[in-house]
């Protein structure tokens, strides 16, 4: 099998495989889908833990965007700082930079332009976590977008 069409089996391979461990209730619902390469890039260009960068310069690390709840410095991990409600440096604490529906360095603020950032551990851009619908570098995982969404709206 080509690597271009094993690159478009791929994703549909994991949809199937992930819809039947959630409806087993092996993963849950609420989890982020794992992340893919960005849509048209060849699947050997994907390194594997997506990264956060927020704040001026992209300074501030936000936390691992695909990393299991376990991980220490996963964003679904709501015992670390990185998926806590309370850390200020936290996309899922309403009340900071990065988590606020107003600043202009928020995943959840509609009109920021200088959302977070997502890298592989190679440094390669992936796009901007982003409520903002209109920016143009907006991450393009449809099922990260929609759990963004709902967790922006608590």
């Known amino acids: 099998m080509g690597i271009e069409k094993a690159a478009r089996i791929a994703p549909v ?3 199937l495989i992930l819809a039947g ?3 087993l209730a092996l993963i849950p619902a ?3 889908p794992p992340l893919l390469a960005p849509a048209g ?3 050997a260009v994907f390194v594997g833990k997506l990264m956060l960068f927020g704040g001026a310069s992209h300074q501030a690390y936000l936390g691992c965007l695909n990393c299991p709840a376990s991980a220490s ?3 679904l991990n709501e015992y670390g700082a990185h998926g806590s409600r309370y850390d200020m440096r936290s996309i899922v604490n ?3 930079d990065f988590g606020s ?3 202009n360095y928020s995943a959840c603020n509609a009109h920021a332009t ?3 950032v997502v890298v592989d551990s190679a440094g390669r851009f992936y796009g901007r976590l982003t409520m903002n619908l209109y920016n143009s570098e907006r991450y393009s995982q449809g099922a990260v977008n929609a759990w963004l969404a709902g967790m922006c709206a608590r």
Request: glycine share 0%.
């Open 73 to 75: 410095d996963s964003i």
């Open 41 to 43: 890039a060849p699947a």
């Open 94 to 96: 309403q009340f900071s």
């Open 13 to 15: 391979l994991l949809s």
């Open 21 to 23: 461990c959630r409806s």
């Open 114 to 116: 200088d959302a977070p």
């Open 101 to 103: 529906a107003y600043s």
């Open 30 to 32: 609420s989890a982020p």
